[in-house]
């Protein structure tokens, strides 16, 4: 992470600086195609996901008030393709195993089989079921149990549901047959409330919806809430009836206690009350013949027939009537594939062809419901209380930092936070969910936390004002603005090592303190030379970047060996980056035959180019500048490091250090300090390394050079 942030972030920042117009076409360019996947389609947004379960229901109601065999019938067609889809898989996970793509230690796919009649078994979420009240003989569900997904060989819950949905195929007279497996449910994915006051205007929309919804692949199991109810006889009183006295209470009461039965008396036996009803014999009560027969009592005594005094018909009547501010409630509900479709897509459309239609021309009203109208919750809440959100956080920054801009500073990162999240689910082929959203949410917290680090840290650094700044500029053109910017604020700057491009001494800077560069490319080529056989090639491997110590160091070596082995030829090459100067190494070697030996401009790059070379087994003199710890044991141990030309480096920080207090002072100061190199070998490591280091040399070292530390 350091290496990253050194090398890595550290660049690509000097980069951003240097082109900041560029950087900032390119941010917003970057919003606008993130703008775009989310308006497009291609990162789409949903609520809840499918979510993988281990238990699949098959759910069957009948109408209301059928006789219990027949939703038995029902349910045993769901249980016989539920047994008969298990043995099939069963089947399938033999040839599972033998693939290994299924452990070897599953016994089973299907653990189990329920039915139940009567209820439904209970499933998870706000849009799962719960135990079917008592009575309830139109219902019957059916749910298999499933081995862990990993173990039953990634065969999913929804395969298994749909397979054994097509095995079922449609049951007679069933008004609904639901097949489902996800672990849990936010609400049926499909929705939608018809709201109005005129029965067959609902009717006819709600037909009309079904037929729309089964248009769409990947929708399936659409059914209304619209029960015409049991069957029953209605009686209705004649006027012939009133005019002996009856009412309409009085025929429908003796028509009760004919064919239901009169309670005559209770009889306690133990702790439970028996009623004893008194109705017609079962043969009397077995059609609406029998109530044609029917003699009804006056209230003067005397009985007349049935039909004489009151007249029927057979109608059905409501289970149950759903209202919502005084109109009729109908309730279409459906659920839907995600992989083929979204209920967001089929939500606009439906909205768009049929929501104004209805309210026009047939005066109903069509509201989202379930899955959608949570979304539309819970989105809302976030939506409304968000900008809230943001002034407090506004307010916030705002007070601690004395600023109304540099809050806006801050919270401009936080865009980018969710440009980030949006590109992660388009590589990875995801929507965005509810929990994407709180995600994104949360990760505000963490980007407006780094940026606001970095803004207290800035206004630190204002805010005291050094005096004086030691500084390192490492590429001359990029740092070039910002040490002329310390310069302008009057702060004295003594550099090390290096001058960025177009500042000058005693105007921009006191004065320069380094290694006498020239010289240490001198003595490199010094080591070198003793170590190349005559009319033989050298290496030079050099740092591709705007670097005066490093440039300097090249041109010593190169005219050094001008001077003193003209028959020496010598092949260039540079290195972009530190952790490539092996590759680089490599490239050249293999490209100039012959070559005897190598210089690198300094130690960092020169430790990767031994790691190549032994990885080759490849034995060649190599010299180098700076006394760093790898090199140095290499030198001890006779491996390819043949002599190290060293700064001072203790001595360059103290030189520095007198610099700046010489001018706080306003004493005058040289332009540059140069400081001598040391020659290093292997006959004088020992001693230049604690000279440098200013500590004993470690056991590496030593054992290098076969000697032992003694107490």
């Known amino acids: 992470m350091e290496h990253f942030a050194e090398h ?3 660049r690509a920042l000097k980069s951003v600086l240097k082109h900041r117009y560029a950087a900032w076409a390119t941010a917003t360019g970057v919003v606008m195609i993130t703008a775009a996947l989310m308006l497009s389609g291609r990162v789409g947004l949903q609520f809840f996901p499918s979510i993988e379960g281990d238990t699949v229901w098959g759910t069957v109601v009948m109408p209301v008030g059928v006789p219990g065999y027949i939703t038995e019938n029902a349910v045993d067609i769901l249980e016989e393709k539920a047994i008969e889809l298990t043995r099939e898989l069963e089947a399938e996970l033999v040839d599972l195993k033998e693939q290994g793509l299924a452990p070897a230690s599953t016994a089973r796919v299907v653990d189990s089989v329920l039915t139940i009649i009567g209820g439904r078994a209970p499933r998870g979420g706000p849009g799962g079921g719960g135990q079917g009240g008592s009575g309830s003989s139109e219902v019957a569900e059916v749910v298999i149990y499933l081995s862990p997904f990993f173990d039953r060989g990634e065969i999913s819950s929804a395969e298994i549901r749909d397979r054994w949905r097509d095995k079922v195929g449609s049951i007679p007279d069933a008004l609904e047959l639901t097949f489902v497996s996800d672990a849990f449910s936010a609400g049926e994915a499909i929705n939608y409330r018809l709201a ?3 029965e067959d205007n609902l009717k006819l929309a709600a037909a009309e919806l079904r037929a729309e919804l089964n248009r769409y692949p990947g929708v399936f199991d659409v059914s209304d809430s619209f029960r ?36 005559s008396q209770r009889i306690q036996r133990g702790s439970d009350d028996i009623r004893v009803m008194v109705r017609y014999p079962e043969d009397e009560r077995q059609s609406l013949s029998n109530l044609e027969n029917l003699l009804i009592r006056t209230p003067s005594g005397s009985e007349v027939p049935f039909l004489s005094v009151a007249d029927f018909s057979l109608g059905n009547s409501y289970s149950s009537i759903n209202r919502r501010d005084g109109r009729r409630i109908i309730t279409v509900v459906g659920d839907v594939d995600r992989t083929a479709v979204q209920p967001d897509e089929i939500r606009r459309e439906v909205i768009r062809k049929f929501k104004s239609q209805w309210q026009r021309d047939l005066g109903v009203e069509l509201v989202v419901g379930g899955e959608s109208e949570r979304q539309a919750e819970s989105f809302g809440d976030l939506l409304s209380t968000f900008p809230i959100a943001m002034m407090v956080i506004f307010a916030l920054l705002a007070i601690p930092l004395k600023s109304y801009f540099q809050p806006l500073i801050i919270m401009s990162v936080i865009p980018f936070g969710a440009i980030g999240a949006v590109f992660g689910h388009f590589i990875m082929g995801a ?11 949360s990760m505000n917290r963490v980007v407006v936390n780094a940026s606001l680090v970095l803004v207290v840290s800035i206004n630190r650094l204002r805010e005291e004002a050094p005096d004086a700044i030691i500084s390192l500029p490492v590429d001359n053109t990029t740092v070039a603005d910002a040490h002329r910017a310390i310069s302008r604020t009057g702060i004295k700057l003594v550099l090390i090592d290096n001058v960025p491009t177009g500042m000058l001494p ?20 010094e080591l070198l030379s003793s170590h190349l056989p005559q009319n033989s090639t050298a290496g030079l491997l050099g740092y591709d970047a705007d670097f005066f110590a490093a440039n300097e160091r090249e041109i010593a070596f190169i005219h050094w060996m001008e001077i003193n082995r003209p028959d020496v030829t010598i092949k260039t090459a540079r290195f972009a980056s530190i952790e490539h100067a092996g590759n680089d190494a490599e490239r050249l070697i293999d490209n100039t035959s012959g070559i005897s030996g190598l210089f690198v401009v300094w130690d960092t790059p020169c430790v990767d180019v031994i790691r190549k070379l032994s990885k080759r087994n490849l034995t060649l003199p190599i010299s180098t500048v700076d006394l760093g710890q790898e090199v140095t044991i290499n030198l001890a141990q006779g491996g390819n490091i043949i002599g190290i030309s060293s700064q001072r480096p203790f001595q360059q920080g103290e030189t520095a250090a007198k610099t700046i207090i010489t001018s706080l002072l306003d004493r005058g100061c040289p332009d540059w300090v140069a400081l001598p190199g040391l020659k290093v070998s292997s006959s004088n490591v020992i001693e230049s390394y604690q000279f440098i280091w200013r500590k004993p040399a470690p056991m590496d070292i030593l054992s290098g050079l076969n000697i032992t530390k003694t107490k």
């Open 8 to 10: 890595g972030y550290q």
């Open 196 to 198: 109005g006051r005129n």
């Open 228 to 263: 015409a109810g049991k069957q029953e006889v209605q009686i209705e009183i004649l006027e012939r009836g009133k005019t002996l006295g009856l009412t309409l209470n009085d025929i429908a009461t003796q028509v009760r206690q004919a064919f239901f039965g009169a309670e």
């Open 506 to 525: 005693g105007k921009d800077y006191v004065s320069l303190v380094s290694a006498d560069n020239y010289g240490l490319g001198k003595i490199a080529a």
């Open 431 to 441: 929507d965005l969910v509810f929990f994407s959203v709180l995600g994104v949410i």
